[in-house]
């Protein structure tokens, strides 16, 4: 595949999966208590010995750490909590699993009682990136032959299969596929020559048609056109389809239009990932096609596709009719103003909306503002506002601060790689004081100086919850950084990095700030002026 250069710049939001090893034994030793300690659910259900407790607490936290890794990987860009709510409830519903089977009474006791938690995902992705050939395949994957067992997904993702591999797998895919709903086939032919590759694609995808998956993870794979059709018997089969990831696999302009024609009902699909493809304009045309026939669709990303104006318009159009939509990502394309303005026209249709990521898209301030005020009427719950590097400078800023003032429960801010200025950083922090929820504020690269750095610092270092404002990359005086590290100095980790700040910084046009020009005065005297200037107030 032909890798498109991923320019999404300095990600800056705090991790919260993988938790540490230390996190998880004391997850282990938690229920190992609840197992083996009275309470009202062991008095209910049973009461299980130390060594018992023990075995399946192991047991249960490596089951629900799996299933929440490979829901975490799907989503990279997110900061884990998703992972870490889906980890706490596959723990507790398997902990009651155990509760439940588990004999009461002596007598029972002495009956074998398989306690073990239901097996429903099979994954081989952990470890060393390797090739996998037939041997190796019939020792790895032997727990799928055993009868009756209850896998309902598999990942063979991060092990790349040859011929006499995949003729191991298909008879074990055709013997699951009845049960299957989930699917993981990311990155599984890598290193592979291609008419090899498309052949071993070819075999499963042969097993598993006529399969009822939910989801399918097809990503890394460098599929083109030809990998795509090489899928073409599955893909073509699925009509129950709620997830499907088509990440880095070079979908071109004739590849995306392969994946229109070949998936014929996506009425059920929730997520539909695109990203870091070479998709294009008349690419995102047919991938259009596809979005207009999601009308269920809660997840779009459509991130470093190559997507220029036109295709833009497209895929803005498509979205009009997605009115469930809830996280919506198309990042590092190039929609520029038109694009922008298509755009604005869909957001103001989507109610559900929950995060959205328009970061360098090209929009500069007639695209910006048009999309901030159709998402000042609607999205109401939205908590992720991503417009980074759009070229949006201070005149566009109460457009935006009347947007972001309007979402009460926003909780992550990114306006970074703009042109926001003094002026445009002060009013921005006006609005953000109102916002209860608000954690994490990215304005770095803005040409902010002295002023705007201690008003926007004011403006949230007091905020209940707050975890991170990053104003790196600016022109703050030395002073002015004394004054932020010093509003700081009693949460220090909530400020990011500084070492890129350059405090003799000048615009890139050459026009220096003239407050800084004449002295620090002036810069009291702006900030002073703009706390008072209203939000949606004309210049």
């Known amino acids: 595949m032909d890798s498109t250069l991923n320019s999404e710049r300095r990600p800056f939001s705090i991790k919260l999966w993988p938790p540490s090893q230390n996190t998880r034994q004391v997850l282990v030793d938690r229920m190992i208590n609840n197992l083996s300690t009275k309470s009202l659910f062991t008095e209910k259900y049973a009461l299980l010995s130390k060594e018992e407790a023990e075995q399946n ?34 723990c507790s519903k398997l902990l009651m699993e155990v509760l439940k089977k588990k004999p009461r009474s002596k007598e029972d006791s002495k009956v074998t009682s398989d306690t073990t938690p239901t097996q429903t ?38 092990r790349s299969f040859g011929l006499g591999a995949a003729h191991v797998v298909e008879p074990i895919l055709v013997s699951l596929k009845n049960q299957l709903k989930e699917v993981d086939l990311s990155d599984f032919i890598a290193g592979r020559p291609e008419a090899e590759a498309l052949e071993v694609m070819n075999i499963f995808a042969a097993a598993l048609e006529g399969s009822a998956l939910e989801s399918l993870d097809l990503s890394n794979n460098a599929l083109g056109e030809k990998g795509v059709r090489a899928f073409g018997a599955l893909l073509k089969s699925q009509s129950c389809l709620e997830e499907l990831y088509l990440i880095n696999d070079g979908i071109s302009e004739e590849a995306a239009r392969a994946v229109c024609e070949l998936i014929p009902s996506t009425k059920k699909l929730r997520v539909l990932h695109f990203h870091n493809n070479m998709t294009g ?77 328009l970061s360098y898209l090209n929009l500069e301030d007639e695209g910006a503002v048009a999309i901030a005020n159709a998402l000042k009427e609607s999205a109401p719950s939205l908590e992720v506002f991503d417009i ?34 003094d002026e445009g950083t002060i009013q921005i922090s006006k609005v953000l004081e109102g916002l209860p929820q608000l954690k994490e504020v990215d304005m770095n690269t803005n040409l902010i100086r002295r002023a705007g750095a201690r008003v926007l610092a004011q403006a949230l270092v007091q905020k209940p919850g707050f975890k991170l404002l990053n104003i790196n990359g600016n022109f703050i005086s030395d002073e002015g950084i004394d004054e932020v590290k010093d509003a700081f100095k009693k949460s220090p980790d909530m400020l990011g990095s500084l070492d890129e700040n350059d405090p003799e910084g000048e615009d890139d046009d050459g026009d220096d700030d003239k407050e800084s020009e004449k002295g620090e005065g002036n810069e009291d005297e702006l900030e002073s002026k703009l706390k008072n200037l209203e939000v949606g107030q004309e210049e």
């Open 57 to 90: 607490a192991k047991r249960i936290e490596d089951v629900a750490f799996a299933t929440a890794d490979q829901n975490y990987e799907k989503e990279p860009d997110g900061d884990g909590s998703s992972a870490v709510q889906l980890y706490a409830r596959e």
């Open 121 to 158: 995902l099979f994954d081989i992705s952990k470890g060393v990136r390797a090739f996998i050939e037939a041997e190796e395949a019939e020792k790895l994957l032997k727990p799928l032959m055993e009868p009756g067992n209850t896998y309902t997904k598999i990942c063979f993702s991060n």
């Open 388 to 421: 980074a590097g759009n070229e949006i400078k201070a005149k566009s800023v109460p457009a935006i601060a009347g947007c972001i003032a309007a979402k009460t429960l926003l909780t992550k801010l990114n306006l970074a790689e703009n042109e926001l200025k």
């Open 281 to 357: 304009d008349e690419g995102a045309i047919a991938i259009s096609e596809v979005v207009k026939r999601s009308p269920l669709l809660e997840d779009f990303r459509c991130s470093s596709t190559r997507v220029g104006s036109e295709g833009g318009i497209a895929l803005s159009e498509a979205l009009e009719t997605c009115t469930h939509l809830k996280k919506l990502d198309l990042r590092d394309n190039m929609f520029g103003v038109e694009g922008g303005v298509a755009l604005s026209k869909a957001l103001s249709k989507h109610e559900s909306l929950k995060e959205v990521y």
